[in-house]
Nanobody
Framework: QVQLAESGGGSVQAGGSLRLSCTTSGYTLRNYCTGWFRQAPGKEREVVAVTDALGNMNYADAVKGRFAISADNDNNRVYLQMNSVKPEDAAMYYC???????????????????WGKGTQVTVSS
């Protein structure tokens, strides 16, 4: 049974850093696409970053150069390092996964089958 659990959210000052963790179980990271998504109040859920745990990553334009997704295959965890955080980064952050059927991972939330419950990130300016 695929399960994902996010942790590491909290309050951060604008310009600061935060690291989110996604603890996974029930699947092998290298056989799946695992991604981070976020949803702010009144907005649609959007992709932040996706990895196939084989060294390939995709990032939303809004976070390129500031956020980094990484996979720890030994411990079945996927991390999101958030640097130079901006007020507009405040949202509920979700970890999600889907079996990797193609060479490239999808980035649309609708393509991901398994979801965690989310962790809240607030940004103070």
């Amino acid at each position: 049974q695929v399960q994902l659990a996010e942790s590491g959210g909290g309050s951060v000052q604008a310009g600061g850093s935060l690291r989110l963790s996604c603890t996974t179980s029930g699947y092998t990271l290298r056989n799946y696409c695992t991604g981070w998504f976020r949803q702010a109040p009144g907005k649609e859920r959007e992709v932040v970053a996706v990895t196939d745990a084989l060294g390939n990553m995709n990032y939303a334009d809004a976070v390129k150069g500031r956020f980094a997704i990484s996979a720890d295959n030994d411990n079945n965890r996927v991390y999101l390092q958030m640097n130079s955080v901006k007020p507009e980064d405040a949202a509920m952050y979700y970890c999600a996964a889907v079996p990797r059927y193609l060479i490239l991972c999808p980035t649309g939330p609708h393509a991901f089958a398994y979801w965690g419950k989310g962790t809240q990130v607030t940004v103070s300016s």
